[in-house]
C-alpha cells in the first residue's frame, strides 16, 4: 500500500506541478513513423505537419486562439457563431463546388480554442482549399445567415441540454467557472446569443482572426513543401498581429456542490466533477492516469459497480483539459431504484481512491490502458491533427503527441497518490444526480 | 492513388473452417483482432429475444473453462487491452485491441473467451441484471427509441423486428440450459471469422494464427435458412413521448439486402439525399420553411434485407409537417435530375452534379475507412461473413458504374412504391424548459 499519505509528499508533488518539474525520466519513443515538423508559412503561421501515407486524405486543422475564454462579457456564443460564419459559403456556386469536392467541415469551440476541421481526399485539397478560404478571410455578416445560425445555435443548445453526460457536465463548468468563459454553452445562453449583433461578431473576428492567433496542423500523404505552399498561397490575406486578449481564469469554489436535476427516464445519472491545477505535461499525465485507473477499460475502480454489484451498465471518467484549469468527470447511469444505493458506492470508490491511492501494478496497467486509449484515439488522421494542434495551442508542446507514452510510464506511485490525495478530495468535487422519475413497468416472467 | 503505402495482406481458411484475414498496417504499435460468429438476433424468437445479446455478455464478461471473469480482467488490464463485443441481427463481434508487443495474448484471449466458454445460473444472473440496466439506457434514448420502433415495423412478423438487445421478457425468461445449446450450436470455427489488422509481420501471424485457432476442434454449424422479411404492406405512423425538447422523426424504408445488386445505387442515393457536405433533403426542407435543424441518412445492410433510416431533427415549433415534407420529397424524388446527363441542351449547366459529387463522397470514406484499424478488421469479418461474392469488381468499381438513370430506379422502387414507417419522438412536456 502507499506510503504518500504525508503532507510532505503532497507538497512535493505540488511543487512538481506548478514548476513543471518531471519525475522520472521519459522515454521519448514516438509510436509514429513518421515525426510531427514544427514549420512557419511566409505570413508567420505556424504550422505543425506529419506525413502519414496509409491513405489518399489530407486533413487539416485550423486552429483559432479565441474560444469561450476570449469572449467578450456578456457575449457568450459569439466565439461560435463568428467561426460558423466563416464557414459560410458567400454563393451558391462555391457552395456547389465545395458539394463537389465532397470535402467534410465542422467546426468546435472549447475553452481556449475554436477548432475547424477539414478534410479531403488529398487530390482534391487544392481545390477544397481554394473554396474555402474565401469566407475564411472575408466572412459575410449578413443578418439573415446570423438569425438563422441563431435559430441552429438554440438548436444545439437544446441537445447538450438534453444528454445527461452533457448536461452534467455543463451544470459542473458552470460550478466552477461562472456564467461565462470555460463556464459557458459553446453555443451561449438565450440572451447572450440574442443580444449578438453583426458589429460585435466582426469586432470578435477582426481580433481573432490573425497571423499569431492561428495555427494550422496538416496530416497527408502529399509531402511538407507541397502543402506549405499550398496554404500560403490560399491564405495569404489573414491580418498580421497579435493574440487576442483572454479573459483571466475565474475559478470559484461553489457554495452549492450537490447539484439536483430531475428527468422522466428510467436511469438516474451519478456525477462528479473535480477541478484540477493548471495545465502542464505532467498534469496532463497524471489526469490521463486518473481518468484510466477509476473508469476507462475492464477492471478499472468503476468495473466492480458493474461487474459484481450489478449497478450500472454506464461507467466512465473523462479528463477535460483546459489551460487555466482542467477537470476530471467521473459518472454512473443507473437504474432509479438504485439510486442511492449506487451513489453510496460511487463515492466511496472515489474516497477510496483519493485516500488510500493505488499501488504500483494497478498503476502500471492504468498507464497500459492509457496508452493504448490514446494510440486509439489518434489513429485516424483528423483526430490525430487536431490533438496536435489543441496540445501545442495549450501549452503541451508541438511534439507532445510524441511524447505522451513516455509521460505516462515515467509517473511514480508516490507522485500519482499525491496527485489524487489532493485533486481527488471528495470535499472539492461537485457532485450531479439527475434523478429519473419513471417506473419500469413489471414484467411477467416464468 | 498518389502516395499511399501498400498494405500486406492474406485471406486463408484453417481446416477447422475458420476464415481468417491478415492486414499487416505498421503505421501505429497496436494490433487489432476481431472474432465474428455469424449468430444474431436473427435466430431468436419473440420468446428467446435477447438470446444471442446476453451471450455476447457472458462470453465477454463472465470466464472462460479455464480462467474466471476477474482473472481475465486482470490479465487484459495489465496488458493495456481493449476489449468490447457487439451483437447485430446476423453476427455478433469481439474485439480486442493491444500493444503491438501483445500480438500473442490478444489471440489466445479471444481464443479461450469465444470459443472455450464456462456457461453457468450465477453468471447468467449477474449479466442479466447488467443487461436490464442496458435496457433501460436504450429505452431512455431518444434515438435508439426511435430506431427500435422502426424495426419493430418495418420488419413486422420476422426477427429482424425483435431488438438486438433483447425485451425484458425475453432477458428474464432465458435458462443457462437454452444458452448453453445456443453457444454450442452457433460458437464453432466453421461459423466464425477472424480479422487481424495492425503492427505485425505477416509471416509470423499466419503462424501464430495457425497455432491457436487451427487447434479448435472443427464442428458443423447447421445450415442457416431464413425467409426475407414480408414486405410492409401500409404506411405507419408512431408517436412517442419523451422528456426531451428537441423532436425527432425517423423515416423507415425497406431497402436491398447487401449482396443485392442495387445496393450501390442505395448507397449513392443515400449520399446524396441525406449525407455529404448539404444533401438534397437537407435544403428541400429548409428552402421554405424552416422545418428541421438537422438530416442524416442510414442504409443498414443485412443478409435478408436493408433499411434506410431518415432521421431528422425536427423544429419544435413546427410539429410533425418536417417529417410529412421530408416523406412527401422522398416519394418523388425519382423525378430529380441528379446529374447534366438527365437533361439536355442549355439546361445542362443548371444541375449539379449530385451524382459525381456522391461518389466523391464515397471515394473519400473508402479512404477514410482505412485509418482505423478496428473498424477496417469489422469491414473484414462482415465481408467474409456476409458476402456472397456475386459482383464482379471492387466496391468502387461497382459505384463507378451507376448512372443517374439507376438512381432514379432505386428512389422509384425503394421510396415512391414501398411503403414507409414513420416514428416520431416528441416531448411529453412541452412547457418544461431549461
Not at chain 1, 99 to 104: D, E, I, T, V
Not at chain 1, 357 to 372: C, D, Q, R
Not at chain 2, 89 to 99: C, I, N
Amino acid at each position: 500500500m502507499s506510503s504518500a499519505r504525508t503532507p510532505g509528499a503532497a507538497l512535493v508533488a505540488a511543487a512538481v506541478l506548478l514548476l513543471g518539474l518531471t519525475g522520472a525520466a521519459e522515454n521519448h519513443s514516438s509510436p509514429w513513423p513518421h515525426p510531427i515538423q514544427r514549420l512557419k508559412l511566409d505570413n508567420g503561421i505556424g504550422l505543425l505537419y506529419q506525413k502519414d501515407g496509409s491513405s489518399a486524405l489530407t486533413s487539416l486543422i485550423i486552429l483559432l486562439r479565441g474560444g469561450r475564454r476570449s469572449e467578450p462579457e456578456g457575449m457568450a456564443g459569439s466565439a461560435y457563431l463568428t467561426a460558423r460564419l466563416m464557414l459560410e459559403m458567400p454563393d451558391g456556386r462555391s457552395a456547389r463546388s465545395l458539394m463537389l469536392q465532397a470535402s467534410p467541415l465542422s467546426l468546435s469551440c472549447w475553452g481556449d480554442f475554436c477548432i475547424i476541421e477539414v478534410e479531403s481526399l488529398s487530390e482534391r485539397f487544392e481545390d477544397t482549399l481554394d473554396i474555402l478560404s474565401r469566407p475564411l478571410q472575408d466572412p459575410l455578416f449578413s443578418d439573415i445567415r446570423i438569425d438563422s445560425l441563431k435559430k441552429y445555435m438554440s438548436h444545439l443548445r437544446r441537445r447538450e441540454m438534453e444528454e445527461p453526460a452533457s448536461l452534467a457536465r455543463f451544470l459542473c463548468l458552470r460550478s466552477f467557472f461562472g456564467a461565462e468563459g470555460y463556464g459557458a454553452s459553446p453555443y451561449g445562453a438565450d440572451d447572450s446569443v440574442r443580444a449578438l449583433r453583426s458589429r460585435d461578431l466582426s469586432r470578435f473576428y477582426e481580433s481573432v482572426f490573425r497571423t499569431d492567433n492561428i495555427l494550422l496542423a496538416v496530416i497527408s500523404d502529399r509531402e511538407a513543401e507541397d502543402i506549405s505552399s499550398l496554404l500560403e498561397k490560399h491564405l495569404q490575406n489573414i491580418r498580421p498581429g497579435g493574440p487576442s486578449e483572454l479573459r483571466p481564469v475565474a475559478v470559484s469554489d461553489p457554495l452549492e456542490k450537490n447539484l439536483l436535476e430531475e428527468k422522466d427516464t428510467l436511469q438516474s445519472f451519478i456525477g462528479a466533477a473535480f477541478l484540477l491545477p493548471p495545465l502542464s505535461p505532467r498534469v496532463f499525465a497524471l489526469a490521463a492516469l486518473t481518468e484510466s485507473l477509476l473508469g476507462k477499460g475492464v477492471a478499472s475502480r468503476f468495473w466492480s459497480l458493474r461487474q459484481e454489484k450489478r449497478l450500472a451498465y454506464n461507467v466512465s471518467s473523462n479528463f477535460l483539459p483546459f489551460k487555466g484549469a482542467g477537470v476530471l468527470e467521473a459518472y454512473l447511469e443507473t437504474e432509479n431504484e438504485k439510486l442511492d444505493e449506487a451513489r453510496a458506492v460511487f463515492l466511496a470508490v472515489l474516497k477510496d481512491v483519493s485516500n488510500a491511492g493505488v499501488e504500483a501494478a494497478e498503476l502500471e496497467a492504468a498507464a497500459k490502458i492509457a496508452l493504448t486509449e490514446f494510440l486509439r484515439r489518434n489513429e485516424a488522421r483528423n483526430a490525430r491533427a487536431w490533438n496536435m494542434a489543441a496540445y501545442e495551442a495549450l501549452g503541451l508542446g508541438h511534439d507532445f503527441l510524441e511524447r505522451i507514452s513516455g509521460l505516462l510510464a515515467s509517473v511514480t506511485v508516490e507522485e500519482m497518490n499525491a496527485f489524487l490525495a489532493e485533486w481527488l478530495d471528495p470535499a472539492r468535487a461537485i457532485n450531479v444526480t439527475i434523478a429519473g422519475t419513471k417506473s419500469v413497468e413489471p414484467v411477467s416472467s416464468r | 492513388m498518389r502516395g499511399t503505402e501498400t498494405s500486406p495482406s492474406d485471406f486463408f481458411t484453417l481446416e477447422n473452417g475458420l476464415k481468417v484475414f491478415l492486414l499487416e498496417n505498421r503505421n501505429l504499435p497496436l494490433v487489432h483482432a476481431v472474432v465474428g460468429v455469424k449468430a444474431g438476433s436473427r435466430n431468436e424468437t419473440v420468446e428467446t429475444s435477447g438470446l444471442t445479446h446476453i451471450l455476447e455478455h457472458v462470453i465477454l464478461f463472465r470466464g472462460s473453462r479455464t480462467r474466471t471473469a476477474d482473472e481475465i480482467n486482470r490479465d487484459i488490464r495489465r496488458h493495456g487491452g481493449h476489449f468490447n463485443a457487439h451483437t447485430g441481427q446476423d453476427f455478433s463481434l469481439f474485439e480486442m485491441t493491444l500493444p503491438g508487443g501483445d500480438a500473442d495474448f490478444a489471440l489466445r484471449n479471444l481464443a479461450d473467451i469465444v470459443f472455450d466458454l464456462r456457461i453457468d445460473r450465477e453468471g447468467l444472473d449477474a449479466e442479466r441484471a447488467v443487461i436490464l440496466e442496458e435496457l433501460s439506457g436504450t429505452e431512455d434514448d431518444p434515438l435508439r427509441s426511435a430506431l427500435a420502433a422502426v424495426y419493430r415495423n418495418l420488419f413486422d412478423g420476422h426477427a429482424y423486428s425483435l431488438p438486438i438487445a433483447g425485451t425484458r421478457e425475453g432477458v428474464l425468461r432465458i435458462t443457462a440450459e437454452q444458452l448453453e445449446n445456443y453457444y454450442r450450436t452457433f460458437y464453432t470455427p466453421s461459423n466464425a471469422a477472424l480479422a487481424v489488422v495492425g503492427d505485425f509481420k505477416l509471416a509470423a501471424m499466419k503462424g501464430r494464427i495457425r497455432a491457436i485457432f487451427g487447434s479448435l476442434p472443427p464442428s458443423e454449424a447447421p445450415p442457416q435458412v431464413f425467409d426475407p422479411p414480408p414486405r410492409l404492406r401500409r404506411d405507419q405512423e408512431i408517436t412517442l413521448e419523451m422528456d426531451i425538447s428537441q423532436p425527432l422523426c425517423l423515416l423507415g424504408f425497406s431497402a436491398p439486402d447487401c449482396n443485392h445488386p442495387d445496393r450501390f445505387a442505395v448507397e449513392l442515393l443515400a449520399e446524396i439525399l441525406g449525407r455529404g457536405v448539404n444533401p438534397l433533403l437537407g435544403s428541400a426542407l429548409r428552402s421554405e420553411r424552416r422545418l428541421v435543424e438537422s438530416v442524416s441518412m442510414l442504409y443498414y445492410a443485412h443478409e435478408l434485407a436493408g433499411a434506410l433510416i431518415v432521421i431528422l431533427r425536427l423544429d419544435p415549433k413546427q410539429g410533425k409537417a418536417g417529417g410529412r415534407r421530408a416523406l412527401s420529397v422522398l416519394r418523388s424524388s425519382r423525378r430529380l435530375n441528379f446529374s447534366p446527363d438527365d437533361v439536355y441542351g442549355m439546361e445542362r449547366g443548371n444541375v449539379f452534379d449530385y451524382l459525381q459529387s456522391a461518389k466523391n463522397q464515397i471515394r473519400f470514406s473508402s479512404e477514410k475507412s482505412r485509418e482505423k484499424g478496428m473498424s477496417l478488421a469489422v469491414l473484414l469479418v462482415r465481408q467474409m461473413l456476409l458476402s456472397r461474392g456475386e459482383s464482379s469488381g471492387g466496391f468502387l468499381n461497382e459505384m463507378d458504374k451507376i448512372k443517374s438513370f439507376d438512381l432514379r430506379r432505386a428512389a422509384a422502387k425503394y421510396f415512391s412504391s414501398g411503403k414507409a414507417v414513420a416514428v416520431y419522438v416528441v416531448p411529453s412536456n412541452p412547457e418544461r424548459r431549461r
